[in-house]
């Protein structure tokens, strides 16, 4: 993606098309880290269990990598619920 940001408003700009205000820049900001975040979670949980389990390196990795396939992104953006 290439971003740049508008000299008069401060607005981030994605490759022309859309005009992002700092409050959206900073939610989505917020957002990707989230994702981050829940996948680095995910794929420690399945390379670690998979150790345990008695996988071999490479086994562990590949079960790492399935683990952040299966992250839930539609439960990430979904509204919390009280």
């Known amino acids: ?32 880290e989230t994702i981050r975040q829940a996948c680095i979670e995910a794929g420690i949980r399945g390379y670690d269990n998979a150790r345990i389990s008695g996988l071999c390196t490479e086994g562990a990795w590949e079960a790492a990598i399935s683990a952040i396939r299966m992250v839930d992104i539609a439960e990430l953006i979904a509204p919390e619920h009280d």
């Not at 290439?2 to 989505?28: E, K, S, Y």
């Open 1 to 32: 993606m290439d971003w740049w940001t508008h000299p008069d408003t401060g607005d981030a700009q994605i490759r022309g098309t859309f005009n992002l205000g700092l409050d959206v820049m900073r939610d989505l900001e917020a957002f990707a």
